[in-house]
């Protein structure tokens, strides 16, 4: 089993930036990729970015392109998501995600999900 626990989110005015982090632990040796997903009031969860654990590609939603970074620190088995530019519709709950396939970020499949942390922004 992989445990996961995001941390990081708040209130933020648009414009601004947040940075979340997710710590993975457990059998971390059986992921290859790492993600972020989210989920607004009323709408269905959706993919945001992913990374791989080794080589470090990545994959992002075109929705965030551009004001998303999301990074991995392997030592410390965690991964980042630097998130700037925030606009209102941005406001989700955010979960980190761990895949054990090998299909990459682009091809990102949940094995595990965390239990999410609240982003809002107001306008």
């Known amino acids: 089993q992989v445990q996961l626990v995001e941390s990081g989110g708040g209130l933020v005015q648009a414009g601004g930036s947040l940075r979340l982090s997710c710590a993975a632990s457990?059998?971390?040796?059986?992921?290859?990729?790492m993600g972020w997903f989210r989920q607004a009031p009323g709408k269905e969860r959706e993919f945001v970015a992913a990374?791989?654990?080794?080589?470090?590609?990545?994959d992002y939603a075109d929705s965030v392109k551009g004001r998303f970074t999301i990074s991995r620190d392997n030592a410390k088995n965690t991964v980042y998501l630097q998130m700037n530019s925030l606009k209102p519709e941005d406001t989700a709950v955010y979960y980190c995600?761990?895949?054990?396939?090998?299909?990459?970020?682009?091809?990102?499949?949940?094995?595990?999900w965390g239990q999410g942390t609240q982003v809002t922004v107001s306008s």
């Open positions: 995600a761990a895949d054990r396939s090998v299909g990459g970020p682009s091809r990102f499949r949940v094995d595990y």
């Open positions: 457990g059998r971390t040796f059986s992921i290859y990729s």
């Open positions: 990374i791989s654990w080794i080589g470090g590609s990545t």
